[in-house]
């Protein structure tokens, strides 16, 4: 590939990488994919000029082959009825049609030969370009997790040691203060449930005295 071949990859690479929406290896990889899409439609239209080459040879040797059979026919006919001029005329017209025909023959078994090449390269170019598509596939997985790690390893280079425990010194006081303040709460409770429940049993002296005259009154009613 030549300097100016490379710098048309890099930058159509490039161009249609933006418009991709994809990372600069598989970028490449997409304009060589485009690049030996164009290559095999340009093979194809070859292929097909080649195969119309190829049919109007073959025409051509027929329609020779069937004017060599006629030439023969006269001049055999010519000989029968003792007509040398006619005879000598068709024969000479005979062998100027083999003549053709032979190189008519020798021209279609070369485009035939070059029939075959191209169908061969061709093959060859569809099985590289299907190589090529699965290949991609893993190439940007590969890339795809490559970029994923390099992301995780920036990110967690940002981090500093020192940082982090402190913040998880910071979220351990945090729950240490939370767990205290539990505690803290459960022990206030039962004092404060024996609190109520002495202040229920307590009985001031206005109570008691009623308590007592009333118990007077019945004692006297007895």
């Not at 023969?72 to 009825?81: C, D, F, H, P, V």
């Not at 970029?147 to 425990?165: C, E, L, P, R």
């Not at 910071?170 to 709460?185: H, P």
């Amino acid at each position: 590939m030549g300097i100016f071949r490379r710098i048309k990859t890099i930058t159509m690479a490039e161009i249609n990488g933006l418009l991709d929406g994809i990372e600069d290896p598989i970028a490449m990889l997409n304009e060589y994919s485009r690049e030996m899409e164009q290559e095999i439609a340009k093979g194809q239209k070859a292929l097909a000029r080649q195969i119309f080459v190829e049919k109007k040879q073959e025409a051509l040797i027929s329609e020779t082959q069937t004017l060599v059979d006629k030439r023969t026919r006269q001049a055999k006919l010519a000989i029968e009825k003792g007509e040398e001029a006619i005879a000598k005329l068709a024969v000479q017209e005979k062998l100027t049609h083999e003549k053709q025909l032979a190189v008519y023959q020798e021209q279609y078994d070369a485009v035939k030969a070059q029939t075959k090449i191209l169908l061969e390269k061709l093959d060859e170019l569809r099985e590289t370009f299907n190589q090529l598509q699965q290949k991609k596939i893993l190439l940007a997985s590969r890339a795809n997790v490559a970029q994923s790690m390099k992301q995780i390893q920036k990110a967690t280079v940002s981090f500093q040691k020192d940082t982090i425990a402190r913040g998880v010194a910071r979220a351990e006081e945090r729950i240490l203060l939370m767990e205290a303040e539990v505690q803290a709460g459960s022990q206030f409770s039962a004092p404060l449930a024996q609190f109520d429940a002495t202040y229920q049993t307590f009985i001031d002296d206005e109570e008691l005295n009623r308590e007592i005259e009333k118990l007077t009154k019945e004692k006297v009613n007895i």
